[in-house]
Nanobody, 125 residues
């Protein structure tokens, strides 16, 4: 199983970025997909997750209304559209997969079986 995150970069405050996480080796439609992030000197934290149904979505309060998670089964890929970025959004962003056939989204790391490498997002003020 591989999860390949991409799309990070340097952006000014107020700007936008779209992260992608391409998966292989798992039945994508059977996995909850999530994004976590880890800022320098801080613990990794939950950002957003999308369940087997696209209507089952959860966001961290810190990103609600600014970030949008989506999934595209044809490409086995999950996205994180980030808008109105703030300097405090600066972090390594990780995608993760929980499954198969789990139906409750967890905001903690432990249930997630597979993780991608981080993609760095830097927001300048």
């Amino acid at each position: 199983v591989q999860l390949q995150a991409s799309g990070g970069g340097l952006v000014q405050a107020g700007g936008s970025l779209r992260l992608s996480c391409a998966t292989s080796g798992l039945t994508f439609s059977r996995y909850i997909m999530a994004w976590f992030r880890q800022a320098p000197g801080k613990e990794r934290e939950f950002v957003a997750a999308i369940g087997l149904s696209a209507s089952n979505i959860k966001y961290a309060d810190a990103v609600k209304g600014r970030f949008t998670i989506s999934r595209e089964s044809a490409k086995n890929t999950v996205y994180l559209q980030m808008s109105s970025l703030k300097p405090e959004d600066t972090a390594d962003y990780y995608c993760a997969a929980d499954g198969p056939l789990r139906f409750v989204i967890s905001t903690t790391e432990s249930p997630y079986d597979y993780w991608g490498q981080g993609t760095l997002v830097t927001v300048s003020s």
